[in-house]
């Protein structure tokens, strides 16, 4: 059984700074990890996917996440923060060729100008 | 443009009414799932598909009820509202199982 830890509920940077969101995770298998991003009234929309490729993983945006396998980690991050990036994040996780989803509890982040 | 589309976005009734919320898909994927969003539970699933014909319960199936004849459409109905019932509600779709999900803006139901 695989579950997701998001250790910070909310997050508040000021434009321009970085951003790191962590999330740990435990799964029974070679895991799929994910982040998505909400905006009010919207979806969930995917930033980016690690599925045992490169450990480092590239999303849109300018977001990008670190897979540690030793510390069982996959946070995210961004090297300056812009207005819009104002949303709820959630990291999730599935065992590989699992349909089943794991959320984590969200991050909301605010930034300030 | 291809994505995923739920309709509608927001509906009000009461309790003990049926009341169906939309999915459509233009990808062809075989998965579609829906979820519930709610403060406090994050999301839930309720019922998921893995091609036409094929559905299973998810976490929290009581309630609810779904179909899918056609790989496109997958809608979720609530026979008789209850107001615990009232959410926000997410289809999501996924070529294969372990794939990332893609999911629809949602529709926000209230029950009163």
């Known amino acids: 059984a695989q579950s997701v830890t998001q250790l910070d509920s909310h997050v508040s940077v000021s434009e321009g700074t970085p951003v790191l969101l962590r999330c740990n995770y435990s799964s029974s298998y070679s895991p799929s990890l994910f982040w998505y991003v909400q905006h009010p009234n919207k979806g969930l929309q995917l930033l980016l996917k690690y599925t045992s490729a490169a450990t480092l993983v590239k999303g849109i945006n300018g977001f990008e996440a670190e897979f540690k396998k030793s510390e069982t980690s996959f946070h995210l991050t961004k090297p300056s923060a812009h207005m819009s990036d104002a949303a709820e994040y959630f990291c999730?996780?599935?065992?590989?060729?699992?349909?089943?989803?794991?959320f984590g509890a969200g991050t909301t982040v605010t930034v300030r100008a | 443009d291809a994505g995923i589309t739920q309709s509608p976005r927001y509906k009000i009734t009461e309790t003990g009414r049926q009341v169906t919320l939309m999915c459509h898909q233009t990808?062809?994927?075989?998965?579609m799932f829906w979820y519930r969003q709610d403060l406090g539970h994050g999301l839930r699933l309720i019922y998921y598909?893995?091609?036409?014909?094929?559905?299973d319960k998810g976490e929290v199936p009581d309630g609810y009820v779904v179909s899918r004849s056609k790989t496109e459409n997958f809608p979720l109905t609530l026979e008789s509202a209850t107001r615990s019932q009232t959410s926000v509600y997410f289809c999501?779709?996924?070529?294969?199982?372990?794939?990332?999900?893609?999911f629809g803006d949602g529709t926000r139901l209230s029950i009163l």
């Open positions: 999730v996780v599935s065992d590989a060729n699992d349909y089943k989803l794991s």
């Open positions: 999501a779709s996924s070529a294969l199982a372990g794939q990332p999900q893609h």
């Open positions: 990808w062809s994927h075989s998965y």
């Open positions: 598909s893995a091609a036409a014909d094929i559905t």
